[in-house]
């Protein structure tokens, strides 16, 4: 079943008095339980498609769908809760809140999605264990390596149980082995859960070792 797709999207940024055209009648989608890697060199579009699979964004034309449902007609408020509880995104900088430890960083989203008090803390304990890290929940984002800030991020955008999971560049600023690590735990959630993984990266054979497919993009446009 598809969960999330795009269908003729289209994206256009006026640069002063430039168009610019990052997407060009894009048609892609995703299953559920599946794991789809997205692979091109800079500025082929890769970004800008996540971010509108995750509503941070909006196409230009063009449909985005999730469930068989546009995204076009839904409210503010309708699209805050779709990314709040549909879509969990990761990126490359992990942009966790430096001040706070690691359980308290997914803490937070729990309680953005309403969860309360003792639910709350068991549930963030539960996930920070679930993604290795039950021995540096009390750690500050200082304190972690980059694999185990990712962790905390994965956990964080997990917090709500999204069905979809959109990784920007996740691996980015992690050595060969920790990205390896991590692309594991995704894959085993991708097993487990049947969570939806798109993930995209530059790394060509990483994501052929993970992706159940993998698509290309070149110049705003799928050409694989």
Same mark, same amino acid.
């Given at each position: 079943?598809?969960?999330?797709?795009? +269908?003729?999207?289209?994206?256009?940024? =006026?640069?002063?008095?430039?168009?610019?055209?990052?997407?060009?009648?894009?048609?892609? /989608?995703?299953?559920?339980?599946?794991?789809?890697?997205?692979?091109?060199? /800079?500025?082929?579009?890769?970004?800008?498609?996540?971010?509108?699979?995750?509503?941070?964004?909006?196409?230009?034309?063009?449909?985005?769908?999730?469930? /068989?449902?546009?995204?076009? &007609?839904?409210?503010?408020?309708?699209?805050? !809760?779709?990314?709040?509880?549909?879509?969990?995104?990761?990126? =490359?900088?992990?942009?966790?809140? &430096?001040?706070?430890?690691?359980?308290?960083?997914?803490?937070?989203?729990?309680?953005?999605?309403?969860? +309360?008090?003792?639910? !709350?803390?068991?549930? @963030?304990?539960?996930?920070?264990?679930?993604?290795?890290?039950?021995?540096?929940?009390?750690?500050?984002?200082?304190?972690?390596?980059?694999?185990? =800030?990712? !962790?905390?991020?994965?956990?964080? @955008?997990?917090?709500?149980? &999204?069905?979809?999971?959109?990784?920007?560049? &996740?691996?980015?600023?992690?050595? #060969?082995?920790? @990205?390896?690590?991590?692309?594991?735990?995704?894959?085993?959630?991708?097993?487990?859960?049947?969570?939806?993984?798109?993930?995209?990266?530059?790394?060509?054979?990483?994501?052929? #070792?993970?992706?159940? !497919?993998?698509?290309?993009?070149?110049?705003?446009?799928?050409?694989?």
């Amino acid at each position: 079943m598809q969960i999330i797709e795009t +269908r003729d999207v289209t994206r256009v940024y =006026q640069m002063g008095a430039n168009e610019v055209v990052a997407l060009s009648c894009v048609t892609m /989608s995703a299953h559920e339980g599946e794991f789809v890697g997205i692979q091109g060199t /800079s500025g082929s579009g890769k970004s800008t498609l996540l971010n509108l699979l995750g509503g941070l964004d909006r196409p230009t034309s063009g449909d985005v769908l999730f469930d /068989s449902e546009p995204l076009g &007609p839904r409210t503010k408020k309708q699209m805050a !809760r779709y990314r709040r509880f549909s879509v969990g995104m990761i990126f =490359q900088n992990f942009n966790l809140i &430096p001040t706070m430890t690691a359980v308290e960083n997914v803490r937070l989203a729990l309680a953005f999605g309403g969860v +309360r008090g003792t639910e !709350r803390r068991k549930r @963030a304990s539960e996930l920070l264990e679930r993604v290795g890290l039950s021995d540096r929940i009390e750690h500050r984002p200082s304190e972690l390596s980059g694999g185990e =800030q990712q !962790r905390v991020a994965i956990a964080r @955008a997990l917090a709500n149980r &999204p069905r979809v999971l959109l990784a920007d560049e &996740p691996t980015g600023n992690l050595d #060969s082995t920790r @990205a390896r690590e991590l692309l594991a735990l995704l894959r085993e959630m991708v097993k487990s859960d049947r969570l939806t993984v798109l993930l995209v990266t530059h790394d060509r054979e990483l994501a052929a #070792s993970f992706a159940d !497919r993998i698509i290309t993009m070149k110049d705003g446009r799928i050409v694989d």
